[in-house]
């Protein structure tokens, strides 16, 4: 096997390759790490990007020495830290015993290792064996202080990706308090950037927005306490005229739950610096003697080729390297969840009409959603009390498990451990669970406050009450949900002085409750939820093969959702369900077709009371669930092609490859309909342009070269929101 990183000892220069890539540091004078290049794969390096020398006003030269043309305020950095006279935006910030925040980073040292190190505590991503990765492990130290900063670089041997993280120890005596610390930093020169990143709100999740990178700070955070509706802790750099198939792209996904923050500068010399890692908002953690602090990771990927090429390599690596559920590559069933067929309003009598006839539709599926615990028979109450209502189920739920399971189906299970009522036995025995600052009344959210899963022992009571519903092993699959953000930050078992880090210990204790349960129950499928997209992250894929995209189901309001989505996150992720018309959220009267087709992009399943369903829509189930069935290998797993976007356009337009290239789904959407329509055409990509492809509907042969490069007229029908949907055969 060629060696992934090489080291010129004579040059200094640190390069990390592979077909794709290379990524090229240097330690410059003063012992500064350097950032040189990342890009397309170069064979060699001959040094003509050594940074070069100029004096530049008002920057600060190296400690003691003459040479006016050498500043860290200019230079190209890998990690830079306050107070080392770099005036831009700083990696470390680190309060010392004596009140400074002076730091002065320094190269000392590096190994290089076969494969790549787990980050313990935290998700990360990972390899089958070590030939598929190397890890650069630089370490740098303040040069007048006991910091010392491990800096992880992973590359994957076929995947234009790096993988980076921090380390930070304290080697001396005293303790210093990090009041930030990010997971990487990288700087550019000569590159007029624009920034493509993933706002949004509840219910109207993961929008695309560019702009462009003008002089100044440019910040994309969330303090939450979670990843957040309002910001996906994602940011992408790519040029002016970059597009899904044209142009160069980076980007960077943060590995991480909580609170983030991207922040993006261009200095007075048209130099880009862009920053990553837990957000230093109330954050402040004691680093003591001895001590160490691992960040979360950041995932690098690079595209030659527009967006679709960088979407795809994070859709690989999330998919292969960081998701480890056993349901990874198996298809995922099609469900039915009683949320907006019942709401609170159920019981056991009422229930199994509605799984009759989801076995009766082919729906694989039921899932039980909020209302089955405590005595909840509205949202304000009995959070934390994860005991079987016994009104609702008077044999018990397992009886009602039995019952679905002897229809063929599997039966799902909605939770929300990290929350707690005050209106329940939970609160009752344990009051100091309720995170809350001493002394102040806490602040509801849809009638509900927030466990303290910093503590140990609250993460222990929610994991044994979980435990003995799902020790039955009963339950195939449980969708865990949070419905409101994080306040009143206060952990009642650290001191005043540590108070700064409640919201990472959160997020770790978050971590360590989903551990337990992947682990107890390795057999059981989880999908995360947040008020639908809240926390659709790479950390949760980690624990959660699946997450609801958006409590929004509206098919028109889900090609933008999931569009963007899709920039980062495989589709396989992505669960969206097929709702009533007009939809409850906004009162939109979409084709039932049409719902479907959007909801086939991801994970199907239905959000709808079968049982009140006219027999036309039962029939158009039927025959939904039967075409999935057989398009849904392609669908969540193969090769993803975003064609046309319903945010520039009126149509939206999505395409699924199959790795060996003989079966494509294509599916277009129109939104609004015209008196006059133009004639518009759909081209497809990425198949075998040798091969004859048959479409399974009308028969028709067409070559893959014909597919491409003449493409296929769009339908031109009367009435808004209209779909299609195309599936493709190779058949020589």
């Not at 009602?400 to 929350?419: N, S």
Request: proline share 4%; net charge negative; aromatic share 12%.
């Amino acid at each position: 096997m060629n060696q992934l990183i090489n080291f010129d000892k004579k040059n200094k220069v640190f390069h990390l390759h592979n077909d794709q890539i290379s990524y090229l540091l240097e330690i410059e004078d003063g012992n500064t790490l350097a950032h040189l290049y990342f890009g397309k794969r170069i064979k060699n390096y001959h040094g003509e990007l050594h940074y070069p020398r100029l004096d530049r006003g008002f920057s600060g030269n190296l400690p003691g020495s003459l040479d006016r043309t050498f500043s860290k305020d200019s230079l190209l950095q890998e990690y830079s830290s306050a107070g080392e006279m770099d005036f831009r935006t700083p990696a470390i910030i680190a309060r010392q015993k004596d009140g400074s925040n002076a730091t002065f980073l320094t190269y000392e040292d590096y190994q290089i290792i076969q494969g790549k190190p787990d980050l313990e505590g935290l998700p990360h991503s990972w390899v089958k064996d070590k030939d598929e990765a190397e890890t650069l492990i630089i370490t740098l130290k303040d040069e007048y202080g006991d910091l010392k900063f491990d800096l992880l670089y992973t590359i994957y041997r076929d995947r234009p990706v790096i993988v980076r993280s921090v380390k930070v120890r304290n080697t001396g005596k005293d303790t210093i308090k990090l009041e930030k610390v990010a997971s990487m930093q990288m700087d550019f020169v000569d590159r007029n950037f624009d920034t493509i990143t993933l706002p949004g709100a509840h219910a109207n999740e993961r929008h695309m927005q560019r702009n462009h990178v003008n002089q100044g700070i440019h910040v994309y955070s969330s303090i939450r306490g979670t990843s957040s509706h309002q910001m996906n802790p994602f940011v992408a750099l790519v040029d002016k005229d970059t597009n899904e198939f044209v142009g160069d792209a980076y980007g960077f996904a943060f590995v991480y739950s909580g609170n983030h923050k991207f922040e993006i500068e261009k200095d007075p010399y048209a130099q880009t610096r862009i920053v990553v890692g837990i957000n230093d908002y109330n954050f402040n953690w004691k680093l003591k003697s001895a001590d160490s602090f691992q960040t979360p990771e950041v995932i690098m990927a690079y595209s030659d080729r527009g967006l679709n090429k960088m979407s795809q390599a994070f859709h690989s690596l999330i998919h292969d390297r960081i998701i480890r559920s056993k349901y990874k590559d198996q298809v995922r069933p099609i469900l039915v969840n009683n949320w907006e067929a019942t709401y609170f309003d159920f019981d056991e009598d009422k229930l199994k009409p509605i799984v009759d006839d989801a076995k009766r539709l082919g729906i694989e599926m039921f899932v039980l959603d909020d209302g089955w615990f405590g005595h909840r028979d509205d949202d304000n109450s009995s959070l934390g009390d994860w005991a079987v209502f016994k009104k609702k189920f008077p044999h018990g739920l397992d009886n009602f498990a039995d019952y679905v399971h002897e229809q063929g189906l599997k039966f799902g299970l909605w939770f929300e451990p990290e929350m707690i009522s005050i209106d329940s036995d939970l609160y009752k025995a344990h009051p100091d669970y309720l995170m809350s600052v001493p002394g102040r009344k806490p602040s509801p959210a849809r009638n509900q406050y927030v466990l303290d899963l910093g503590r140990e022992e609250v993460r222990n009571n929610i994991f044994d009450q979980m435990k003995a519903i799902l020790d039955s092993g009963k339950i195939d699959y449980i969708k865990w949900d949070m419905n409101r953000h994080l306040s009143d930050i206060y952990e009642a078992d650290l001191p005043a002085s540590r108070q700064g880090e409640v919201y990472h210990r959160y997020v770790l204790g978050l971590y360590d409750l989903l551990e337990k349960i992947v682990d107890r129950y390795p057999d059981l499928l989880i999908e995360g939820c947040s008020g639908g997209g809240g926390r659709f992250d790479a950390g949760m894929a980690y624990y959660n093969p699946q997450i609801w995209a958006s409590d929004n189901s509206d098919a028109i309001d889900r090609l933008k959702i999931q569009y963007g989505t899709s920039l980062v996150y495989p589709q396989s992720m992505m669960t969206s369900h097929v709702s009533v018309s007009p939809n409850e959220q906004n009162g939109r009267i979409t084709p039932f077709n049409t719902r479907g087709v959007v909801a086939m992009w991801g994970d199907l399943g239905y959000e709808l009371d079968l049982t009140k369903m006219s027999e036309e829509d039962r029939k158009l189930v039927a025959e939904q669930v039967e075409e999935y069935k057989k398009i849904r290998k392609v669908t969540q797993y193969g090769r993803f092609y975003r064609l046309k976007s319903a945010q520039t356009s009126n149509q939206c337009a999505w395409e699924t490859v199959s790795h060996d290239q003989t079966e494509v789904v294509l599916s277009t959407v129109k939104v609004m309909a015209s008196a006059q329509p133009y004639f518009t055409k759909t081209k497809l990509v990425g198949l075998d342009p040798d091969r004859r492809y048959e479409d399974q509907a009308s028969h028709k042969v067409y070559g893959g070269d014909e597919l491409m490069n003449l493409g296929i007229y769009d339908p031109v029908e009367h009435g808004d929101f209209m779909a299609y949907m195309y599936h493709f055969k190779a058949i020589d």
